[in-house]
Protein backbone atom coordinates (compact mmCIF):
# COMPACT_ATOMS: atom_id res chain seq x y z
CA UNK A 1 0.00 0.00 0.00
CA UNK A 2 2.94 2.06 1.09
CA UNK A 3 4.36 1.73 -2.14
CA UNK A 4 1.60 2.74 -4.14
CA UNK A 5 1.20 6.05 -2.49
CA UNK A 6 4.28 6.84 -3.29
CA UNK A 7 4.16 5.35 -7.08
CA UNK A 8 5.42 7.99 -10.06
CA UNK A 9 1.49 7.96 -11.09
CA UNK A 10 0.12 8.93 -7.89
CA UNK A 11 2.65 11.78 -6.77
CA UNK A 12 1.90 13.38 -10.19
CA UNK A 13 -1.89 13.42 -9.96
CA UNK A 14 -1.55 14.63 -6.26
CA UNK A 15 0.46 17.34 -7.89
CA UNK A 16 -2.01 18.41 -10.54
CA UNK A 17 -4.79 18.45 -8.20
CA UNK A 18 -2.88 20.56 -6.25
CA UNK A 19 -1.90 22.90 -9.50
CA UNK A 20 -5.74 23.35 -10.42
CA UNK A 21 -6.84 24.28 -6.84
CA UNK A 22 -4.28 27.34 -7.07
CA UNK A 23 -6.14 28.32 -10.37
CA UNK A 24 -9.29 30.67 -10.42
CA UNK A 25 -10.92 28.55 -13.17
CA UNK A 26 -9.34 24.55 -12.52
CA UNK A 27 -8.32 23.47 -15.69
CA UNK A 28 -11.09 20.40 -15.94
CA UNK A 29 -13.43 23.86 -16.08
CA UNK A 30 -11.75 25.73 -18.15
CA UNK A 31 -13.41 25.25 -21.47
CA UNK A 32 -16.50 25.11 -20.54
CA UNK A 33 -16.13 28.09 -18.72
CA UNK A 34 -14.19 30.01 -21.65
CA UNK A 35 -17.10 28.83 -24.49
CA UNK A 36 -19.97 29.68 -21.41
CA UNK A 37 -18.69 33.02 -20.76
CA UNK A 38 -17.77 33.83 -24.62
CA UNK A 39 -21.46 32.81 -25.04
CA UNK A 40 -23.22 34.49 -22.52
CA UNK A 41 -20.42 38.07 -23.29
CA UNK A 42 -22.65 38.02 -27.00
CA UNK A 43 -25.85 37.21 -25.45
CA UNK A 44 -25.44 40.36 -23.48
CA UNK A 45 -24.19 42.42 -25.83
CA UNK A 46 -26.97 41.82 -27.92
CA UNK A 47 -29.97 41.51 -25.24
CA UNK A 48 -28.20 44.99 -23.72
CA UNK A 49 -28.01 46.95 -26.72
CA UNK A 50 -31.80 45.87 -27.41
CA UNK A 51 -33.08 47.02 -24.64
CA UNK A 52 -31.17 50.01 -23.80
CA UNK A 53 -32.20 51.57 -27.80
CA UNK A 54 -35.49 50.20 -26.70
CA UNK A 55 -35.85 52.25 -23.72
CA UNK A 56 -34.56 55.67 -25.23
CA UNK A 57 -36.71 55.39 -27.96
CA UNK A 58 -39.44 54.61 -25.91
CA UNK A 59 -38.66 58.03 -23.68
CA UNK A 60 -37.73 60.42 -26.14
CA UNK A 61 -40.90 59.33 -28.58
CA UNK A 62 -42.88 59.50 -25.54
CA UNK A 63 -42.10 62.77 -24.66
CA UNK A 64 -41.88 64.18 -28.32
CA UNK A 65 -44.23 66.66 -28.38
CA UNK A 66 -43.40 68.33 -24.87
CA UNK A 67 -40.37 70.80 -24.38
CA UNK A 68 -38.56 68.46 -22.36
CA UNK A 69 -37.20 66.59 -25.22
CA UNK A 70 -35.84 69.83 -26.88
CA UNK A 71 -33.43 70.29 -24.16
CA UNK A 72 -30.19 68.76 -25.04
CA UNK A 73 -29.16 68.43 -21.04
CA UNK A 74 -32.68 65.67 -21.37
CA UNK A 75 -31.32 63.82 -24.64
CA UNK A 76 -28.18 63.20 -22.91
CA UNK A 77 -29.61 62.53 -19.33
CA UNK A 78 -31.55 59.21 -21.11
CA UNK A 79 -28.98 58.63 -23.36
CA UNK A 80 -27.29 58.00 -19.82
CA UNK A 81 -30.06 56.11 -18.45
CA UNK A 82 -29.78 54.19 -22.02
CA UNK A 83 -26.30 53.31 -21.30
CA UNK A 84 -26.50 52.52 -17.62
CA UNK A 85 -28.94 49.57 -19.06
CA UNK A 86 -26.79 48.12 -21.28
CA UNK A 87 -23.89 48.48 -18.94
CA UNK A 88 -25.83 46.32 -16.15
CA UNK A 89 -27.42 43.78 -18.81
CA UNK A 90 -23.93 43.14 -20.57
CA UNK A 91 -22.46 42.68 -16.93
CA UNK A 92 -25.39 40.53 -15.51
CA UNK A 93 -24.96 38.25 -18.73
CA UNK A 94 -21.36 37.41 -17.73
CA UNK A 95 -21.97 36.84 -13.79
CA UNK A 96 -24.04 34.44 -14.48
CA UNK A 97 -21.21 32.68 -15.45
CA UNK A 98 -18.80 33.86 -13.15
CA UNK A 99 -20.69 33.37 -9.95
CA UNK A 100 -19.08 30.11 -9.14
CA UNK A 101 -15.43 31.77 -8.77
CA UNK A 102 -16.53 34.95 -7.48
CA UNK A 103 -19.68 37.04 -6.34
CA UNK A 104 -21.75 38.30 -9.36
CA UNK A 105 -22.97 41.12 -7.84
CA UNK A 106 -19.83 42.29 -7.40
CA UNK A 107 -18.32 41.66 -11.04
CA UNK A 108 -21.71 43.59 -12.26
CA UNK A 109 -21.28 46.78 -10.14
CA UNK A 110 -17.84 46.71 -11.13
CA UNK A 111 -17.95 45.83 -14.82
CA UNK A 112 -21.04 48.34 -14.98
CA UNK A 113 -19.56 51.38 -13.43
CA UNK A 114 -16.50 50.50 -15.69
CA UNK A 115 -17.94 50.40 -19.10
CA UNK A 116 -19.88 53.95 -18.23
CA UNK A 117 -16.54 55.47 -16.88
CA UNK A 118 -14.94 53.98 -20.06
CA UNK A 119 -17.72 55.09 -22.59
CA UNK A 120 -17.92 58.70 -21.37
CA UNK A 121 -14.34 59.14 -21.24
CA UNK A 122 -13.73 57.84 -24.94
CA UNK A 123 -16.80 59.87 -26.21
CA UNK A 124 -15.49 62.84 -24.40
CA UNK A 125 -11.86 62.41 -26.10
CA UNK A 126 -13.73 61.26 -29.28
CA UNK A 127 -15.84 64.56 -29.21
CA UNK A 128 -13.21 66.93 -28.34
CA UNK A 129 -11.00 65.48 -31.71
CA UNK A 130 -13.44 65.90 -33.97
CA UNK A 131 -14.28 69.61 -32.54
CA UNK A 132 -10.63 70.01 -33.14
CA UNK A 133 -10.86 68.70 -36.89
CA UNK A 134 -13.63 70.99 -37.45
CA UNK A 135 -12.32 73.73 -36.17
CA UNK A 136 -9.49 74.11 -38.66
CA UNK A 137 -12.56 75.06 -41.23
CA UNK A 138 -11.41 73.48 -44.34
CA UNK A 139 -11.07 70.27 -45.88
CA UNK A 140 -8.89 68.02 -44.37
CA UNK A 141 -6.27 65.74 -46.42
CA UNK A 142 -5.72 62.15 -46.32
CA UNK A 143 -3.06 62.69 -44.24
CA UNK A 144 -5.06 64.88 -41.25
CA UNK A 145 -8.19 62.44 -41.69
CA UNK A 146 -5.94 59.46 -40.93
CA UNK A 147 -3.91 61.02 -37.63
CA UNK A 148 -7.11 62.34 -36.63
CA UNK A 149 -9.03 59.25 -36.52
CA UNK A 150 -5.97 57.25 -35.20
CA UNK A 151 -6.25 59.75 -32.48
CA UNK A 152 -9.96 58.94 -32.09
CA UNK A 153 -8.78 55.31 -32.32
CA UNK A 154 -6.32 55.59 -29.25
CA UNK A 155 -8.48 57.18 -27.29
CA UNK A 156 -11.27 54.76 -27.67
CA UNK A 157 -8.59 51.94 -27.00
CA UNK A 158 -6.89 53.44 -24.00
CA UNK A 159 -10.26 54.12 -22.30
CA UNK A 160 -10.72 50.61 -21.29
CA UNK A 161 -8.08 50.97 -18.36
CA UNK A 162 -10.91 52.69 -16.71
CA UNK A 163 -12.74 49.44 -16.86
CA UNK A 164 -9.77 47.20 -15.81
CA UNK A 165 -8.98 49.28 -12.90
CA UNK A 166 -12.98 48.93 -11.57
CA UNK A 167 -12.61 45.18 -12.49
CA UNK A 168 -9.22 45.05 -10.98
CA UNK A 169 -10.48 46.37 -7.77
CA UNK A 170 -12.45 42.87 -7.68
CA UNK A 171 -10.06 40.49 -8.79
CA UNK A 172 -7.56 41.51 -6.35
CA UNK A 173 -9.58 40.58 -3.48
CA UNK A 174 -9.81 36.81 -4.75
CA UNK A 175 -7.02 36.48 -7.17
CA UNK A 176 -2.78 36.82 -7.02
CA UNK A 177 -1.14 39.38 -9.34
CA UNK A 178 -3.45 40.25 -11.22
CA UNK A 179 -2.04 44.32 -11.56
CA UNK A 180 -2.34 43.27 -15.58
CA UNK A 181 -6.13 43.18 -15.35
CA UNK A 182 -5.49 47.30 -15.51
CA UNK A 183 -4.72 46.99 -19.28
CA UNK A 184 -6.70 43.69 -20.66
CA UNK A 185 -9.81 45.45 -21.37
CA UNK A 186 -7.79 48.01 -23.55
CA UNK A 187 -6.16 45.48 -25.37
CA UNK A 188 -9.71 43.90 -26.24
CA UNK A 189 -10.52 47.21 -27.45
CA UNK A 190 -7.50 47.22 -30.00
CA UNK A 191 -8.34 44.03 -31.24
CA UNK A 192 -11.74 45.45 -31.84
CA UNK A 193 -10.45 48.76 -33.68
CA UNK A 194 -7.99 45.95 -36.01
CA UNK A 195 -10.93 44.19 -37.13
CA UNK A 196 -12.98 47.39 -37.44
CA UNK A 197 -10.24 48.84 -39.72
CA UNK A 198 -10.00 45.33 -41.84
CA UNK A 199 -13.85 45.05 -42.30
CA UNK A 200 -13.39 49.06 -43.01
CA UNK A 201 -11.28 47.40 -45.90
CA UNK A 202 -13.34 45.25 -47.37
CA UNK A 203 -17.11 47.27 -46.92
CA UNK A 204 -17.76 47.51 -50.40
CA UNK A 205 -18.04 43.35 -50.32
CA UNK A 206 -20.29 43.40 -48.02
CA UNK A 207 -24.05 44.74 -47.68
CA UNK A 208 -24.55 48.20 -46.35
CA UNK A 209 -27.40 46.78 -43.81
CA UNK A 210 -25.36 44.16 -42.96
CA UNK A 211 -21.98 46.11 -41.91
CA UNK A 212 -23.34 47.53 -38.11
CA UNK A 213 -24.28 43.53 -36.95
CA UNK A 214 -20.65 42.33 -38.34
CA UNK A 215 -19.01 45.40 -36.05
CA UNK A 216 -21.30 44.08 -33.14
CA UNK A 217 -20.41 40.98 -33.79
CA UNK A 218 -16.50 41.12 -33.65
CA UNK A 219 -16.83 44.01 -30.75
CA UNK A 220 -18.71 41.48 -28.41
CA UNK A 221 -16.86 38.22 -29.56
CA UNK A 222 -13.43 40.40 -28.49
CA UNK A 223 -15.04 41.51 -25.23
CA UNK A 224 -15.83 37.39 -24.44
CA UNK A 225 -12.41 35.84 -25.91
CA UNK A 226 -9.83 37.57 -23.96
CA UNK A 227 -11.22 38.49 -20.65
CA UNK A 228 -12.31 34.54 -20.87
CA UNK A 229 -8.40 33.74 -21.62
CA UNK A 230 -7.52 36.00 -19.02
CA UNK A 231 -9.60 34.76 -16.28
CA UNK A 232 -8.21 31.36 -17.14
CA UNK A 233 -4.88 31.91 -15.79
CA UNK A 234 -5.50 33.83 -12.85
CA UNK A 235 -4.21 32.36 -9.63
CA UNK A 236 -6.68 32.30 -6.00
CA UNK A 237 -5.58 35.06 -3.52
CA UNK A 238 -2.40 33.27 -1.19
CA UNK A 239 -5.22 33.28 1.79
CA UNK A 240 -8.01 31.39 0.12
CA UNK A 241 -5.77 28.78 -1.42
CA UNK A 242 -4.63 28.82 2.29
CA UNK A 243 -8.34 28.25 3.24
CA UNK A 244 -8.64 25.45 0.78
CA UNK A 245 -5.96 23.30 1.71
CA UNK A 246 -6.85 23.40 5.75
CA UNK A 247 -10.39 22.28 4.85
Not at 13 to 26: C, H, M
Not at 56 to 67: D, F, H, N, P, Q
Not at 138 to 151: C, D, K, V
Request: proline letters at 3%; a positive charge.
Amino acid sequence: MQSDSNSPYHIASTNNDSNSGKFLIPRSQRRRFFIQFTLMTVLGWIVGGIASIAIEKIILESLAVTAAQQSAIFVTLVRFLSNIIFAVVFAADQALVLYRYLPGWLWILATSLGWLIANTVSTAWIGYISSVALSLNQTLSPEAAIIFGFLSTIAYIFSGIWLGICQWLVLRRYTADVWWWNFLPSISFFFISVLIGLLSLVQDLIPEANRTWIGQGFAAVMLGIIPAIGLCTLQKAGRQRAGNNTN
